[in-house]
């Protein structure tokens, strides 16, 4: 990498813990970013000669409040502080503040930051937009690219966003041990939404957006090493790694969909699957499942066979009951009964969802399975009136054409029907 | 005389890098090793999993078992080289063969030479 770029990786990765600890001290997000901002521009001049600082984040806060602080006093036309330079340069006063910044503190930096972003009051859009712009630091372009809308609109939405967080009051002291697992399970269930938002793109013409799903990875592994012991977290890590080690094979070159059983498993990412299946076994040797546990052993089991028809299907149904019983979803139930008409046939999965089409009458994936199971079973007529109505929920070009393929592997009427 | 040779980084530096960047990088060292190897200097190579999956067991009356590394730090223990040396600084310039190779501006190399080495097994 050169200078430019590892620069830029350390202060991506200090920015978390750096932007937080600059809101606790100023309780205002923008005056923490601008700090933050100044503090990456001094960082860009001074890094390169003097290398590294030992803390990075440490050196960010420091610099960036004593910028704001300056600012402000300035603004007063009070006397300036010292010449930041002079500042940075000393050695005492950056370990003098890495050392008053315990693990702890951070913890509870971080976690604010994120919390901030997933406020109730917020749509799940505003949430993720607003983690990416403040927590990831990635440009109001960039994550309008993401989201395929234009810049103005993505910079009306997180300005939105914002001034409904300044308006709700979050409060700055350290939460206590029941404030702070609330915060947690708010914040991974945006960080999953991030995630999902990635994997199967809500809208357009790109079925995986790849970056929003490395950044929902980074921000999952950046909590877990903040909070090890967290099963669930450790959980949602497992299962982001193990659903996005898939990623190479779950298009092909024609950018079409290529199901789960007919991937070529040569191109899953080892690594991803290996650091997922550890994790994902040390949550659940404490033995107190959750939902992200428990997903994540499903995709564990899909990972682990080294073909498809190695699938452990009987366990990926009771993994699939315990989930209905951690949390009861039709949406569950559906993904359940594909492992059922794995190990019962297509009769016992159709039976199995038929109750579920009052709750999911706009869900996309219901008519495709729907579709599929009466297909096997040479329902034709059935089948397609299923995939018709698929076809007329698809989110993205790659969904719509998936479904347009298995329309055409239908046999086709007979002459005397087709008159 | 055998050294190891520790790798320290920021974990959330090398887990921020792309996949590509990645490759690379393991592309460059391995290129680097197969030198190493080539001259009979290079022993047992080990790249550990991120320090998420660790767990850390405590010693003393009663053992107690953790989630994550044993500490807290800033840099962390990524993996390791064991190398045949000569002496101490031609360990040293293997070490700062490998940095060059990984060429971003974080992380540390530790090189300490080994007091005990028993390869047993060779494991796969």
């Known amino acids: 990498m050169k ?18 600890a600059l809101l606790r001290y100023f309780r205002n997000l923008d005056t923490a970013e601008e700090a933050f901002q100044e503090a990456c521009l001094r960082a860009l001049k001074n890094w390169p000669e003097k290398g590294l600082p030992r803390d990075p984040a440490a050196w960010l806060i420091f610099v960036g409040r004593n910028a704001a602080l300056d600012d402000a006093r300035r603004r ?88 409904r967080i300044a308006e709700a009051n979050v409060p700055y002291e350290a939460p206590d041990a029941r404030e702070r697992t609330q915060r947690l399970t708010t914040v991974a269930a945006m960080i999953y939404l991030l995630f999902n938002e990635g994997y199967s793109a809500s809208g357009g013409t790109v079925h995986v957006r790849v970056p929003l799903c490395e950044e929902a990875i ?25 659903q996005h080690a898939r990623t190479p094979a779950r298009l092909d070159a024609n950018n079409a969909i290529v199901l789960l059983q007919d991937q070529d498993r040569s191109l899953w990412n080892k690594d991803m699957i290996a650091e997922g299946i550890e994790l994902v076994k040390k949550a659940l040797a404490a033995r107190q499942p959750g939902p992200y546990q428990v997903q994540a052993a499903i995709a564990a089991v899909h990972a682990d066979a080294a073909r498809a028809e190695d699938t452990d299907w009987a366990e990926i149904d009771q993994l699939y009951a315990v989930l ?8 569950v139930s559906l993904n359940r009964a594909v492992a059922v008409a794995k190990l019962h046939g297509p009769d016992a999965a159709l039976a199995m969802i038929e109750p579920l089409g009052e709750q999911l009458t706009t869900y996309f994936h219901f008519y495709g399975v729907k579709g599929a199971l009466l297909k096997q079973l040479g329902r034709v007529d059935d089948a397609r009136e299923a995939f018709d109505r698929a076809l007329a929920l ?14 055409e592997q239908l046999p086709k009427r007979g002459k005397a029907s087709a008159a | 005389m055998l050294y190891a040779i520790l790798c320290y980084d920021s974990e959330a530096v090398t887990t921020a890098m792309s996949a590509e960047e990645d490759g690379a990088l393991m ?33 003393g009356p009663q053992t107690l078992v953790l989630d994550g590394p044993f500490a807290e730090t800033k840099e962390q223990l990524l993996g390791f080289y064991v190398v045949d040396c000569e002496t101490q600084e031609e360990a040293v310039g293997v070490a700062s063969e490998l940095a060059k190779a990984g060429t971003h501006g974080t992380g540390t190399y530790e090189i300490r030479p080994l007091m005990m080495f028993k390869p047993n097994a060779a494991l796969t």
């Open chain 1, 324 to 331: 209905q019983g951690l949390q009861p979803s039709p949406v």
């Open chain 1, 394 to 407: 698809a989110n993205t070009a790659a969904e719509a054409d998936h479904i347009k393929m298995q329309i």
């Open chain 1, 76 to 163: 007063s036309k009070q006397q300036a502080l010292p010449s930041d330079d002079l500042i940075s340069d000393l050695e005492d006063a950056e370990t003098a503040i890495a050392e008053g910044m315990d693990s702890g503190q951070y913890r509870d930096d971080v976690l604010r930051l994120l919390f901030i972003c997933c406020h109730p009051e917020l749509p799940a859009n505003q949430q993720i937009a607003l983690a990416l712009r403040i927590v990831s630091g990635l440009s109001v372009k960039e994550i309008a690219r993401a989201f395929l809308i234009t810049e103005t609109a993505m910079e009306q939405r997180i300005t939105r966003a914002k001034k």
């Open chain 1, 218 to 242: 980074r921000l999952a592994r950046l909590l877990l090493a903040l909070f090890p012991a967290e099963r669930e977290i450790m959980g949602l890590t497992a299962l982001v790694l193990l």
């Open chain 2, 27 to 59: 592309d460059r060292l391995l290129a680097v090793q197969e030198k190493l190897a080539k001259r009979g200097k290079l022993g047992p190579v080990a790249r550990l999993m991120p320090t998420n999956t660790a767990s850390t067991l405590r010693k």
């Open chain 1, 3 to 20: 200078d430019a770029a590892w620069i830029d990786a350390a202060l991506t990765a200090a920015r978390p813990q750096a932007v937080g």
